[in-house]
């Protein structure tokens, strides 16, 4: 035992010996902040990490358009490895005088809860949770809960396929249409939901297949479960499952079947995919940045991004969908923002 | 050798672990020593210099406790997934099962202490937490005392399961999720159950170290100063010798992994309790890493008390301090990182005789009686 | 055949009628047979390359519990290699390598240096989790659309289905390595070098070698199953997508005590358990929880049931010295 403290003090030593020959360059942290009209913003992921091509990609991507939009601010991301991160990540921009922390994920709602409790005078934006309705946020006046409506979104998607499945398009020789989740949550289902409705809307007689692959890493996973609902007669697979996703609308590049992508256009993949349900949290986050530019941010709101908005939807539709189906289409976003469509948020 | 060139050694290993790092930091382009000085800065060892008087390093003494704290918070939950591989180590079992028993001890103790409420939650949260952890482990323990099935396999599915549970138990629609906000979340941890806040600059500091160090100290005292360690040393080097003392090995091997599962209970109490105050489904399935935080940490503290401590220590500051990279590092590089340091560390510990064999043919004619008898053949 | 014992022969059979069963209790499951077939052996493709690596290094004496990080090491070097190549034969021998030199230096540590192999395998499962992590953030930095690569062809059989070129090479695997290990002089020194190195050495064996050459191979198979993810299955990499699968492989060694149709045995039922997992959850929407647990659970009633007793290779774990 003698021989490790012996050994720990030498570890620690070296330590400090290192940390002090490199402590000098980067000590100030002051100096990155002279631009005196520019403001601090920390994006902090949740623990999906910032390559998870999905909010939290597309959250870091908003920094950026918020940038090339103009808006004079410094910024710094932070990436969670597991939520033990979270709460640390957020004292560590409020300690360090950042004007405005976003934190990405409904798992952060407690975690900025602490934290803005704390920092009254630090604001706070959190995508994909709405503080009214949550005990622990809605009386924080410093934090604006950012959520979506993905089931408009999904919808109008749902109406393009169930329209375009009804008129006998390329394809679709089935009788059913598949979609794949990551994990079960919140998010995820209002964009499963939406888009069966939208579906059945339009062609009723549709079987449904829903499932989940519990992971948003396991590329192979989504696949297998994506080739189960193909086997099953699926002419189309919805892929609601970030990275992992990308195996699921690879299962359907290879049956010959439809993709349809989420979060961001992904017709880059190829020309199988049909349309992409996006959910615009780039432009969300760029908006925040904007509005905190100019002063018109407020804290103890929420801002909710549907298709009135256009913070969700679809990307525009090609000539060859039928101008029946393309009338749907709009006739469902028109009936969406005049409230005459109702979605329901249970799935099928 | 004398504990001199033992200690030496160990350093030499660690400068070199660093200089690998080096590379990779220098392959993508940095400097390796801005980086790793940002490192040590980021989990607050610069709090050193700041007392020079006069602080001639210019350190912010607030940033620089505030980041320190953020690592001994780290260090607490290590420390008890270090002990948590230790021990059955010491016993000559291999628990990969850390992961599991962390969580079926937290969900346990947090379902206790949010049920129990503000009396007694904490203490009902801490005694579900080792009850949780210790089952989970003591079944590994028991399927390999009964049927010999091998803990490395028993416990690496045990995590798995405990994973698929706890991701239903506060999946969407759960039967702990939040039932308020609808999210997969467990409801918060009440505010004044966590456990309590020891200092606070910026970054609060919880009193999980203390957990930590006295189960360390419980450690200590079981392993080197009672029959129980004794026999667990036993079982260690020759499980067929202490079978033929007398000792019940079935038993041991039972409560071994047990006490292992206990700990690893506990670093998810003080993890819950102390930092996250609250659990997710998706946290409890993206946690394969926890088990190997441990398993490296018992490694390189090579199973002692004092050892798992400082190895704790030393794994906290790149994980926490990784966190805290600024300026000169791309933040999405910093984690993968600290994990790539650890890795070569845990190699070279794996590879200590490395400066032996480095040091002459000879060296190696010695150490390999096998290279002598093929010369022999030859 | 001899060396395959009778035990060995029980849970190899148990297991399959086991498979069988399950496969005439699904057609609640929405799919039919061919389709599970084809599900199946798609999912125990890069268990069952991993597997057949780990079996040849544990039957060498060398625990080789670093399968996962050799598995993820040949996802990315593939990925990357078919990128820059345009050849999924580069690609695939590129993972083979490059999982291939990791098992390498797990190889080095482990028996030149007597390092404890537990150690270094949990060395090579982080280096290959982040050190993965760390090159492909490096090349393509965060979010970026990732090129398109050559893959490995499928080869289609009328009336089942289409099945990957690596998945025939890996079923394939099976039979050749069991013919290797158990009929010939190679398959014997390497046995004897797992179960008694030191009389092997007596009898002019070279242990260190073949222990070498063992370790290297088990990395190269490993690194074609995560190659198979990548360059096969996929065309794509993400982090941490072999997600655990060096363990199940390792675990079916072990429930398949260290032989090749044993270990094909736990793998097939791993995967026909999750294939239907997928068929049943879609069809029927039983909880993914559970369909996601279920393997698990499985794999770990075989191990209890299908005693270890003796099977594992006597020096297993430890190294000559």
């Not at chain 1, 919140?186 to 069966?196: E, K």
């Not at chain 1, 086997?231 to 609308?249: E, H, P, R, Y």
Request: charged share 10%.
């Amino acid at each position: 035992m003698k021989r490790n403290v012996i050994l720990g003090t030498a570890v620690i030593g070296l330590l400090l010996a290192v940390s002090g020959c490199a402590g000098t360059p980067s000590a100030p942290a002051a100096d990155s902040s002279e631009d005196a009209s520019a403001f601090k913003v920390g994006l902090v992921s949740d623990s999906g990490g910032f390559n998870d091509r999905g909010f939290n990609a597309l959250s870091l991507a908003g920094l950026t358009l918020a940038e090339d939009a103009g808006v004079s601010f410094t910024s710094e991301a932070r990436e969670s490895a597991s939520d033990s991160d979270l709460v640390p990540n957020l004292q560590y921009f409020a300690q360090q005088g950042y004007d405005l922390i976003i934190a990405v994920g409904f798992a952060q709602a407690g975690p900025v809860a602490e934290v803005a409790a704390d920092y009254p005078d630090v604001d706070f934006a959190i995508v994909d949770v709405a503080t009214e309705g949550d005990p622990a946020l809605e009386d924080l006046d410093n934090v604006q809960g950012i959520t979506f409506k993905e089931q408009e979104g999904a919808y109008l998607a749902g109406v393009l396929v169930g329209g375009l499945r009804a008129s006998g398009f390329e394809k679709f020789d089935g009788d059913a249409i598949g979609t794949v989740g990551g994990e079960k949550q919140p998010s995820v289902d209002r964009f499963i939901a939406g888009f069966q409705q939208g579906i059945i809307s339009q062609s009723p007689d549709t079987v449904l297949l829903n499932g989940y692959s519990q992971t948003f890493a396991d590329q192979d996973a989504c696949k297998q479960l994506a080739n189960a609902q193909l086997d099953q007669g699926a002419d189309a697979i919805f892929a609601v499952a970030g990275g992992c996703g990308l195996g699921a609308l690879d299962a359907a590049d290879q049956a010959g079947a439809w993709g349809i992508g989420v979060d961001a256009d992904q017709a880059f993949l190829g020309d199988f995919i049909l349309t992409s349900v996006v959910k615009k949290v780039d432009v969300a986050v760029s908006t925040v940045l904007k509005s905190f530019a100019d002063g018109s941010f407020e804290g103890g709101t929420d801002v909710l991004y549907g298709i009135e908005n256009d913070g969700v939807g679809i990307p525009a539709m090609s000539d060859a969908v039928p101008a029946d189906v393309q009338a749907a289409v709009e006739a469902a976003r028109a009936g969406i923002i005049d409230g005459s469509v109702v979605i329901d948020l249970t799935i099928k | 050798m004398n504990r001199l060139q033992v200690a030496l050694r160990q350093v030499a290993l660690l400068v070199v672990a660093l200089v690998v790092g080096g590379l990779f930091i220098v392959l993508a382009g940095y400097n390796p020593f801005a980086v790793y000085g940002e490192l040590l800065a980021g989990a607050g060892f610069n709090l050193v210099l700041a007392i020079i008087p006069g602080n001639p390093a210019g350190i912010s003494t607030n940033i620089a406790a505030g980041n320190l704290f953020a690592t001994i918070n780290v260090w607490g939950p290590l420390i008890l997934l270090g002990l948590s591989a230790a021990l059955p180590f010491r016993a000559g079992l291999f628990n990969v099962g850390s992961q599991g028993q962390y969580w079926f001890g937290a969900i346990l103790g947090v379902q206790l202490g949010i049920t129990i409420g503000s009396n007694g939650g904490l203490l009902a949260a801490f005694l579900g937490a080792i009850v949780g952890g210790a089952v989970c482990g003591a079944i590994a323990g028991a399927l390999k005392a009964l049927r010999g099935a091998n803990e490395v396999v028993t416990t690496i599915m045990i995590n798995w399961l405990v994973v698929y549970t706890g991701h239903f138990l506060y999946g969407y629609a759960g039967p702990f999720a939040n039932p308020v906000t609808q999210q997969p979340v467990s409801v918060p941890f009440p505010e004044g159950m966590r456990l309590p806040e020891l200092l606070k600059s910026g970054i609060t500091l919880h009193a999980g170290i203390l957990v930590a160090l006295v189960a360390v100290a419980v450690f200590g005292v079981l392993m080197s100063r009672t029959g129980f360690g004794f026999s667990v040393r036993t079982l260690g080097s020759n499980r067929h010798a202490a079978h033929y003392a007398g000792m019940p090995t079935k038993r041991l091997t039972v409560l071994v992994m047990g006490i292992g599962g206990a700990f690893a209970g506990l670093a998810g109490f003080v993890e819950i309790t102390g930092t996250t105050g609250q659990i997710t489904g998706s946290n409890i399935v993206g946690s394969s890493s926890f088990a190997f935080a441990g398993i490296a940490v018992a490694l390189l503290g090579r199973n002692s008390a004092v050892g798992v401590l400082l190895a704790a220590l030393l794994f906290a500051a790149l994980q926490s301090g990784s966190r805290f990279l600024s300026g000169s590092f791309p933040p999405e590089l910093a984690s993968s990182l600290s994990g790539v340091l650890q890795a070569v560390i845990v190699f070279l510990i794996g590879a200590n005789s490395l400066f032996s064999y480095l040091g002459g043919l000879n060296g190696i004619a010695a150490r390999l009686p096998i290279r002598k008898t093929q010369g022999a053949v030859e | 055949m001899r060396h395959l014992t009778r035990s060995t022969v029980t849970v190899a059979v148990g297991v399959l009628i086991g498979v069988v069963i399950l496969v005439f209790v699904t057609n609640g499951s929405g799919l039919a047979p061919a389709a599970i077939l084809v599900s199946t052996l798609a999912i125990a493709t890069p268990l069952l390359l991993a597997a057949m690596g780990g079996l040849i290094s544990e039957r060498a004496g060398v625990v080789n519990i670093g399968l996962e990080g050799m598995m993820i090491v040949g996802a990315l070097a593939g990925f990357l290699i078919s990128n820059a190549t345009g050849s999924w034969v580069a690609g695939v021998a590129g993972g083979a390598i490059a999982a291939g030199l990791l098992a390498l230096v797990h190889a080095f540590v482990s028996i030149v240096l007597n390092a404890d192999q537990v150690i270094s395998g949990t060395a090579v499962n982080l280096l290959g989790l982040f050190g993965t992590e760390y090159v492909f953030r490096t090349f393509f930095g965060l979010g970026s659309e990732l090129p398109a690569i050559q893959r490995a062809p499928t080869l289609a059989f009328p009336g089942l289905g289409s099945l990957n070129i690596i998945t025939i090479v890996a079923v394939v695997a099976v039979p050749v390595l069991a013919f290797v290990m158990f009929r010939t002089p190679v398959g014997l020194r390497l046995r004897s070098v797992g179960e008694n190195p030191l009389a092997a050495q007596t009898v002019a064996i070279h242990v260190v070698k073949l222990r070498f050459a063992a370790v290297i191979l088990s990395g190269v198979l490993a690194g074609i199953g995560g190659a198979y993810l990548s360059v096969g299955s996929l065309g794509s990499f993400s982090e941490g997508m072999t997600n655990g699968r060096g363990f199940i492989a390792l675990a079916a060694v072990i429930v398949g005590r260290w032989n090749p149709f044993g270990a094909l045995a736990a793998c097939l039922l791993f995967a026909v358990v999750s294939a239907l997992g997928n068929g049943f959850q879609v069809s029927a929407g039983i909880s993914a929880d559970l369909t996601a647990g279920m393997p698990y659970l499985l794999t770990l009633i075989a191990i209890v049931v299908f005693r270890e007793s003796a099977s594992a290779p006597a020096s297993l774990g430890k190294p000559l010295r």
